[in-house]
Nanobody, 123 residues
Framework: QVQLVQSGGGLVQAGDSLRLSCAAS????????MAWFRQPPGKEREFVAA????????YYADSVKGRFTISEDNPKNAVYLQMNSLKPEDTAVYYC????????????????WGQGTQVTVSI
């Protein structure tokens, strides 16, 4: 049984940094696409970043490019999202995801999800 357990998040001020963690069990992160999505208040869940299986290529939404970094720690079987220069518009519930779907930028590409963690960025 696959389980993704998230940690991190919280309330920060604009310009601050946060790191989200996602610890996987029942699945080896390096052999699956791993991603972060977020759901702002009143909006749909949206793609944030992904790290592809095999080569480890990374991809980002335009809104976070240059500020967020996704990475893997294979010995710990975990994925991280380092978020720098946070903005109020980054406020959302963030979700870790794992899968091997056709479209790694789409929710449909993932079959396992973390429990979600709130990130709130104040002005």
């Amino acid at each position: 049984q696959v389980q993704l357990v998230q940690s991190g998040g919280g309330l920060v001020q604009a310009g601050d940094s946060l790191r989200l963690s996602c610890a996987a069990s029942g699945r080896t992160v390096s052999t699956y696409d791993m991603a972060w999505f977020r759901q702002p208040p009143g909006k749909e869940r949206e793609f944030v970043a992904a790290i592809r299986w095999g080569g480890g290529n990374t991809y980002y939404a335009d809104s976070v490019k240059g500020r967020f970094t996704i990475s893997e720690d294979n010995p710990k079987n975990a994925v991280y999202l380092q978020m720098n220069s946070l903005k109020p518009e980054d406020t959302a519930v963030y979700y870790c995801a794992s899968g091997l779907g056709v479209d790694f930028r789409s929710r449909s590409g993932y079959d396992a999800w973390g429990q979600g963690t709130q990130v709130t960025v104040s002005i």
